[in-house]
């Protein structure tokens, strides 16, 4: 299937930095603990701990599922890991100034600290994970027109479609309308045959198919969105079926629909795509 891009997949220093900065501070937290026996130091160091630990869990997280979340998921698991780090702070804040009170804080070197921060910080990546994988393997197939073989099997991934013989490509300024017919129209499935249809009346090509049921977008399209015409389209992924009652799944990815209106908007000024 088509590899989604990340945030942190799209700035590959970023992850660098975040591992390096989280290690450097639970290094530095842990040798400070060993070494000094001031008050503050350690109560820095177990500040250290609570923030490094939690960075590093959070990369561990993105790294589950192969950092294959769209901008929307990333979103969760960064809504619920910072909820855990803020709980975990929260709680390790009130520890030390618990033991700063009660003059423990240098018989106690701060497991109970490590301990909360740590199980803040899963928490709340395991959360923003879980909400986010049960969103990144929805398939958009409609029910009235879906049959047996639409299934996960059915799908065909970029580099099969475009070795495929397939009976009709659509030009240019189809690709370009069906493209504009799913995202105003706010659909996300469609039949090759319904397609052709509402191409008809709106385009200049004379579409005449001996067989709609056997007309397929052609891989190059997936291509030119990907490499040629406008490489940010890469946010929109298009699958199809190699079935009688074809289907075309549209799939937003790491940019938002006005993003992408926008985008399209700039392919044409033609009244056809400002009429929506």
Not at 10 to 23: C, F
Not at 45 to 74: D, M, N, W
Not at 170 to 179: E, M, N, P, V, Y
Request: aromatic share 10%; net charge negative; hydrophobic share 40%.
């Amino acid at each position: 299937m088509i590899h989604k891009r990340t945030i942190l997949s799209s700035y590959p220093s970023a992850e660098l930095v975040i591992t390096t900065l989280g290690s450097i501070l639970f290094l530095t937290a842990i040798f400070t603990s060993l070494i000094y026996s001031d008050p503050l130091i350690h109560w820095l160091s177990q500040l250290f701990v609570s923030i490094g630990i939690p960075t590093i869990l959070i990369i561990i997280g993105f790294k589950i599922g192969h950092l294959e979340f769209t901008a929307s998921e990333q979103i969760e698991v960064l809504k619920w890991t910072v909820s855990g780090v803020c709980v975990s702070g929260l709680l390790s804040s009130f520890i030390i100034i618990h033991q700063t009170v009660e003059g423990t804080i240098l018989s106690e070197p701060g497991y109970i600290v490590l301990v909360c921060g740590s199980v803040g910080a899963v928490a709340g990546t395991t959360a923003g994970v879980t909400n986010a994988k049960s969103l990144q393997h929805i398939r958009f197939i409609d029910p009235q027109t879906a049959d047996a073989d639409d299934t996960a099997d059915s799908f065909v991934d970029r580099g099969d479609i475009a070795q495929s013989t397939l009976s009709t490509v659509f030009s240019d300024t189809d690709r370009q309308a069906i493209l504009r017919y799913f995202v105003y129209s706010g659909r996300q499935t469609a039949q090759i045959s319904e397609l052709v249809e509402y191409l008809i009346p709106h385009t200049q090509d004379e579409i005449q198919p001996t067989d709609t049921d056997y007309m397929f977008l052609h891989g190059q399209y997936t291509a030119a969105l990907y490499n040629e015409h406008i490489p940010k389209l890469e946010a929109v992924d298009i699958i199809t079926y190699h079935h009688p009652t074809a289907t075309i799944t549209y799939q937003l990815d790491r940019f938002d629909e006005l993003e992408v209106i926008r985008i399209i908007q700039s392919l044409s000024t033609d009244s056809f795509f400002t009429s929506f």
